[in-house]
């Protein structure tokens, strides 16, 4: 699986679009890219993925670059309650269990 | 209600003891996963299973052992072989192991070895 980069920390105002980026310069053609956020002292829980297309569900929006080198998590309108770890993961196979980094701890502020 | 449950949420224990971590779903999925986090850090992974019956090690396997002898539960004990026990424990499943579904988590478990 290829290795994901992400800041470690990000703030956001409440109500604004909260964009959390994700570097995956080595993913493969196969790979899927996934997104779970961890709310504090909870399980994780999952975003979205994607493979190269643009996806968009309920919670948020995954855009993925053409060349598919990095990605962008967008939270149209962020609210306190979206206070959460997020975690940016690439896998090629469905047989692999997740690998999870540190990804990015957002606060959202009123 | 179909989920994961972990209980207990809280669970202390004294050195040199061994606990096991309950759990349990009802979605009837085939793979389950454990992961330990500990402060600040991501998650790890114990071991996991793709199918009843059968379970591999993960990344951290070591001092720990579990079973799966039915599909909706997998167990872990966290033996006294575990130098550093005290963690959050997660617990998840996903609906086959090949599949590129999402896996569902578990509220989890932080056990405190005293």
């Known amino acids: 699986d290829a290795k994901t980069t992400q800041p470690p920390s990000m703030d956001c105002a409440e109500g604004r679009a909260a964009n959390l980026p994700c570097n995956h310069s080595t993913i493969s053609g196969n790979e899927y890219v996934y997104w779970y956020r961890q709310i504090h002292s909870q399980g994780p829980q999952y975003i979205i993925h994607?493979?190269?297309n643009n996806e968009t569900n309920e919670m948020a929006s995954l855009i993925i670059t053409e060349d598919r080198k990095s990605s962008t998590l967008i939270l149209p309108h962020a609210t306190l309650r979206d206070t959460a770890v997020y975690y940016c993961?690439?896998?090629?196979?469905?047989?692999?269990?997740?690998?999870f980094g540190k990804g990015t701890r957002l606060s959202v502020i009123a | 209600d179909g989920g994961i449950t972990q209980s207990p949420k809280y669970l202390f224990r004294k050195e040199g003891q061994n606990v096991t971590l309950s759990c349990e779903q009802n979605?009837?999925?085939?793979?389950m996963y454990w992961y330990r986090q500990d402060p600040g850090q991501g998650l790890r992974l114990i071991y996991y299973s793709q199918i009843v019956n059968d379970f591999q090690k993960g990344d951290i396997a070591e001092g720990y052992s579990v079973s799966r002898e039915k599909k909706e539960s997998f167990p872990l004990t966290v033996t006294s072989a575990q130098k550093n026990p005290t963690a959050f424990y997660l617990c998840?499943?996903?609906?086959?192991?090949?599949?590129?579904?999402?896996?569902?988590f578990g509220p989890g478990t932080r056990l405190t070895v005293l």
């Open positions: 994607g493979l190269k």
């Open positions: 993961i690439a896998r090629n196979s469905g047989n692999t269990p997740l690998v």
């Open positions: 998840a499943s996903k609906a086959s192991a090949s599949s590129y579904n999402e896996q569902f």
């Open positions: 979605l009837n999925h085939d793979a």
